[in-house]
């Protein structure tokens, strides 16, 4: 069966997410204005406790995926260890060298420190900046990674259908492909159909809250719609009964 993940910023999504039926959460901050960001130990904390399986994103900053700074991967390191003492069941984490391969080495730094054996971990949508995806996903392999978030390499999932389904075929069971990247509720089927392992989507949307001037010039903040979230939810629960029905 297809596992569903919710990418959510707060408790209320991660409720909600629960609510929808999902298998886990993404737990990051600024998802629509950076692509996601670590969350404060606060919110990971009191999300840990909203009863869902909580992976949680350790990126110290918006922008690209290379890091030659001491300080950034020390960072990450300071976030992921304290991540997983507030009990997540999942790291998500990604590096790449300057000519866009998985960075190994950064990866390790990062991880440093903490049992790896006994939580999940996702590589993730760095993968997307790299030509050569089928070697990205060996060296993963290689490597304990449990999955990939991956819109194949498109702006939108829905427009990487064709390398999802290459993706899968090269991972051969060896590790998770989940697909994740503008995914709207009406890609599901679809995105089903390439036997993908997992979709990944945030299903937000916007609420007015003007924050003035010293509010950083937004309108609003982001929260998880709980009727987007239970149709995708019933989507996938649809796409998977067409694919698996029940003998």
């Not at 990487?160 to 069971?173: N, Q, S, Y």
């Not at 903040?221 to 629960?237: F, G, T, V, W």
Request: proline residues 1%; contains cysteine.
């Amino acid at each position: 069966m297809t596992a569903l993940e919710f990418a959510v910023q707060d408790v209320a999504g991660a409720l909600g997410a629960r609510r929808a039926g999902a298998d886990r959460v993404e737990l990051c901050a600024a998802l629509g204005s950076t692509g996601g960001l670590t969350a404060s130990i606060g919110t990971i904390e009191a999300v840990v406790g909203a009863g869902v399986p909580v992976h949680a994103l350790i990126r110290c900053r918006a922008g690209g995926f290379v890091y030659t700074d001491d300080d950034e991967i020390a960072v990450m390191n300071a976030d992921a260890r304290a991540a997983v003492a507030a009990g997540v069941t999942g790291l998500v984490v990604g590096a790449l060298t300057q000519d866009h391969r998985v960075d190994i080495e950064v990866v390790r730094r990062v991880l440093d420190g903490i049992e790896v054996e006994d939580i999940e971990l996702t590589f993730h949508r760095a993968i997307d900046q790299i030509d050569d995806r089928s070697a990205a996903l060996d060296a993963l392999i290689d490597n304990g990674m449990t999955r990939v978030l991956t819109s194949g390499g498109a702006s939108r999932c829905a427009e990487g259908l064709d390398e999802l389904a290459a993706m899968v075929e090269h991972a051969d069971r060896r590790i998770q492909i989940m697909a994740g990247g503008g995914v709207a509720v009406s890609d599901v089927r679809a995105l089903c159909r390439t036997g993908v392992d997992a979709i990944h989507l945030s299903a937000r949307r916007v609420v007015a809250d003007d924050g003035g001037p010293g509010g950083g010039g937004t309108s609003g903040h982001e929260q998880l719609d709980n009727q987007l979230a239970a149709a995708a939810a019933a989507q996938l629960r649809s796409a998977d009964s067409a694919e698996h029905p029940t003998a």
